[in-house]
């Protein structure tokens, strides 16, 4: 007996990339916001005996700032959007159901301008048929032991255990 | 090492936004650090060694109305601006240099010695790193602070400094 085909992105995983997009890019519009006050303050502050150090106090800041600013924005809030993108594709396309013993391999492929992916072996009667998973999702898939898989452009979009 | 390795992957973001960020807060600085040749008064000195800062925070100690900031330069620095010195106001050579700079220098007004190599004396030495021959203050040219008296009271304070 199988369940009904369990989505690797549920209407709440959806919701909390949205809210995840959105508080980030807030943290870091304000915390850039406090970054340029301190360095304009530095600015307001500079008399001729502390202009160098202040200078340099100014420069440090906001290249640290915009460090940690960029790195959030690439990687935190950049990944949740693809993430975000890609769930969108997986949940609005066309599905194909793939039967056998599945395996989440340790292969993976960056996609550039998309999500990190795992390849999965399916072992169907006709042989052995590789697609690939979200990273973020692939210790969820992993540890369900599917037995099915719904596929969308190459990617596991839902899976289904069999009781 | 995930984090690492997300660093490296955009390594050029980094570098490209440290050097934008020094080149634009070099910037500003610039423009905070600078005044019209109206409201303030700069002084070039002729020698291999000065503490310019510290020279121009204390000068800056009693600078005359109107004044907001001195500054104070050695003529290295004449080597990326090359044309400043001319509206210089007020210029400290050695003996050797006086002809090279004469055009620069106010006409009919004597330079006042500033530091006497033969007694090894003279103003602003903590500042100024004299070498073996005597030295002269002089008043620049083309300064826009001879009318209001300004050139000539900063040049009294640099006199009067130890």
Not at chain 1, 109 to 137: C, H, M, N, Q
Request: net charge neutral; glycine share 8%; charged share 25%.
């Amino acid at each position: 007996m199988t369940d009904a085909p369990v989505e690797l992105y549920t209407d709440a995983d959806v919701r909390g990339l949205r809210r995840k997009i959105k508080g980030w890019t807030l943290a870091l519009g304000l915390f850039s916001l406090l970054a340029l006050g301190v360095c304009i303050a530095l600015a307001a502050l500079t008399t001729t005996g502390n202009a160098q150090r202040m200078e340099l106090a100014a420069i440090a800041v906001s290249t640290v700032s915009g460090w940690i600013v960029l790195y959030c924005a690439i990687f935190t809030v950049g990944n949740a959007r693809r993430e975000l993108g890609h769930a969108g594709t997986l949940r609005e396309g066309e599905r194909e159901r793939v039967e056998g013993r599945v395996r989440v391999t340790r292969r993976w492929l960056r996609i550039k301008k998309s999500i990190t992916a795992l390849a999965v072996d399916v072992e169907t009667p006709e042989g052995v048929r590789s697609f690939w998973v979200s990273r973020s999702r692939a210790k969820r898939l992993s540890e369900a032991g599917p037995t099915a898989l719904y596929i969308c452009h190459g990617y596991v979009a839902a899976y289904e255990v069999t009781k | 090492m995930r984090f690492f390795k997300n660093v490296f992957s955009q390594l050029h973001t980094f570098v490209l936004w440290a050097l934008m960020s020094a080149i634009f807060w070099g910037w500003i600085f610039t423009l905070v650090t600078d005044a019209p040749p109206a409201k303030k008064i700069t002084v070039y000195c002729y020698v291999p060694e000065i503490r310019d800062t510290e020279l121009a925070v204390r000068l800056e100690e009693d600078k005359p109305d109107g004044i907001k900031m001195i500054q104070v330069h050695n003529f290295e620095y004449l080597l990326f601006n090359s044309g400043a010195v001319e509206f210089g106001d007020i210029l400290i050579l050695p003996a050797s240099r006086i002809g090279e700079y004469e055009e620069l220098l106010l006409p009919g007004v004597e330079g006042v010695k500033i530091y006497d190599a033969a007694s090894r004396s003279g103003a602003a030495a903590a500042y100024l790193g004299y070498t073996e021959e005597d030295y002269y203050l002089f008043l620049g040219a083309k300064s826009v602070h001879l009318e209001d008296g300004a050139a000539r009271a900063v040049a009294d304070s640099l006199l009067a400094a130890p």
